[in-house]
Each structure stands twice: as structure tokens, then as C-alpha cells.
């Protein structure tokens, strides 16, 4: 089902990654928003957004086919389906509610996460343009940053023209080399570029699908091979996966692990690799077991292909 799709989309952008004066709107590279500058913020050079550099909170524009505006507009018009879904990523959804924008009333979902043992106050506002645009908030101090900034924030926001394909790609920080059947379909939140075996949506949600990401943010991994295992696990309907099989491997010009799962007639192919400064790059491609057998060389070689850019 498309649902399938998004949500695993979303979930592989989910995690993170002040006061706000009346500003001029600035554009945020390879997306359709423009939204002014927080003060401690600066755009980043790794996803499509924000960074507060001194307490690592974010600003984080995703967007989506345009299909996908019903599905999330109907997820975020029912608080307990909402907290339902986002728990699985583990998000402690607290409210939902509506931003009265120009001629528009905006979703925002307010909620909270821990990571890495420290809890980010986080607010997803849903918009929809010639993209379905998500911009997450992701907030470690909330001392000087109240609610009432927050949706001021989200109600200065605009939504313009979406960028090209290929101006979001040139934006990414690694290259790749798709392979047949797969086509390179769409870059969200200049960080994660998907790859699809068909035209348009899959409403099946059996076909399989290819995503290539770098995460957001330095982190240190002093046990990459079960953070490996943490992620797989993280994709929708793997909670209670099997693994298959699991090794290291050399990827992204870097050590990692790749790991193949199953999970409710569904298998998994990831690849990890663990960069020296402490990031990652994520190759995860998903679909019906059956039809991932099929493609399972050309997942390996596309995953030989990625490399990072200097």
C-alpha cells in the first residue's frame, strides 16, 4: 500500500538530527520553503534546514510526493491514530493541532523523543504545495524557545515552487549509480534519495524500493553492528523481523555492516557504513520476498556505487 511507502520514508528522516525575531525569509536549499532564520541557527550543510551548532536542535524540511498529502493530512487529523503511528518511531505525540495560516489551516503535531537518552521537544507541521512538505522542529532547550515562538515560526512559513530533481541531487552528499530496474524517483530533506521499481505509486506495496541516506548529524557509535540492527529494525513491519544473514562489509568507502531480514512476506537489504567523523550512510532497499530476490544483485551494486563526496 502507498502507506507502506510513506511511512517508510518517514521513518528513515525521523530521527533529529532560541527566540525568533521578525526576519526575511530565506530559502532552504534544494525544497520549496522559505522561512526566516532563527537567531543560532544556520542553514546546514548536510539536510535540508536548520542547525543550532551549540545544542545540536534543527530545523528539518521534508517533502514527498504529492500523493502523500491525503494519507498524512488524514494521520494527523486523529490524535490517536497519530500517537499510534509515530510511536513507532518513537515519538510521544501529545497534541495535534491546527495553525490558521493564509487561507489555510496547518496540522502540527506536538510531541517528544528521546535520543540518546535526552528528550527533544519535537513539532511536525504538515503543508501542502506542488510537494507534500513536512518541517519538523527538533528542540533541545526549550528555556528560551516557548510554544507560543514555535507557532509563530510555523505560521511564517511559505511554500513556493519545489526544486528540480536534479538541482536536489547535486545537493546530496554522496554519489550513486542507480541500475535497472531501479529509477531514481525523488531527494527529501537533501539527505535521502529514493529509488523505485515502478511508475507513479504502488498501491501493492510489494514492489521494492531503494533509499540511500546520509545521517544528520555527528554521533559516535561505539557498537555500530547493533546500531546497524536498531535501524533495520526501526523500518515499518520489521519490529519482529529474522535476520537472514549479517557481515561486515565495505561501504561508502567506509567499515559497515550489511544485514538481510524478513519480516510478514517482506525482505530487507541494508547497508551501513561508519564514517571517521562520525557519521553514517544508509542504503535500505524493501519489498516482497519474491520480487527482492530478483533484485537483490543489482541492490549490491548499487550499494558498491555509493560514494561520499569530499
Known amino acids: 500500500m502507498l502507506k507502506t511507502n510513506i511511512l517508510l520514508f518517514v521513518s528513515l528522516v525521523m530521527l533529529p538530527f532560541f527566540s525568533w525575531a521578525t526576519k526575511d525569509l530565506v530559502q532552504i536549499p534544494g ?20 542547525l543550532n551548532a551549540k545544542n545540536s536542535s534543527s530545523v528539518v524540511v521534508m517533502e514527498l510526493p504529492l500523493e502523500a498529502f491525503g494519507q498524512l493530512s488524514a494521520l494527523f487529523g486523529n490524535l490517536e491514530t497519530v500517537q499510534q503511528s509515530f510511536a513507532k518511531q518513537g515519538v510521544k505525540v501529545n497534541d495535534v493541532t491546527l495553525l490558521e495560516m493564509d487561507g489555510y489551516k496547518a496540522p502540527v503535531v506536538i510531541g517528544e523523543q528521546a535520543v540518546s537518552g535526552v528528550s527533544v521537544d519535537k513539532y511536525i507541521a504538515l503543508f501542502k504545495g506542488q510537494k507534500t512538505v513536512m518541517v519538523t522542529y527538533n528542540l533541545m532547550d526549550t528555556k528560551t524557545f516557548s ?15 519545489a526544486a528540480s530533481l536534479s ?16 529509477n531514481v524517483a525523488d531527494v527529501m530533506g537533501n539527505s535521502t534519495v529514493s529509488l523505485t521499481t515502478f511508475e507513479g505509486i504502488d498501491k501493492s506495496g510489494e514492489k521494492p524500493v531503494l533509499m540511500i541516506g546520509s545521517s544528520m ?83 549490491n551494486a548499487i550499494a558498491k556505487s555509493v560514494v561520499p563526496k569530499l
Not at 538541482?167 to 531501479?182: I, R, V
Not at 557498537?223 to 561508502?252: D, Q, R, Y
Open 31 to 50: 525544497t520549496s520553503v522559505s522561512m526566516p532564520k532563527p537567531d543560532g541557527f544556520e542553514l546546514s550543510d548536510t539536510f535540508a534546514g536548520y
Open 147 to 161: 510554544h507560543e515562538k514555535v507557532m509563530a515560526s510555523i505560521k511564517s512559513i511559505e511554500i513556493g515552487k
Open 167 to 182: 538541482d536536489k541531487l547535486a545537493l546530496l552528499s554522496f554519489t550513486f549509480q542507480p541500475e535497472k530496474p531501479f
Open 217 to 299: 548529524s555527528k554521533t559516535r557509535f561505539p557498537e555500530p553492528a547493533k546500531h546497524a540492527t536498531a535501524l533495520i529494525k526501526s523500518l515499518v513491519g520489521f519490529e519482529n523481523l529474522t535476520i537472514t544473514s549479517e557481515s561486515k562489509v565495505k561501504f561508502a568507502e567506509s567499515e559497515g555492516y550489511k544485514i538481510v531480514a524478513e519480516a510478514e512476506g517482506k525482505t530487507a537489504i541494508q547497508f551501513v557504513g561508519y564514517t571517521k567523523t562520525g557519521t553514517y550512510i544508509r542504503l535500505v532497499s524493501v519489498g516482497n520476498s519474491e520480487e527482492m530476490s530478483k533484485v537483490e544483485e543489482k541492490v
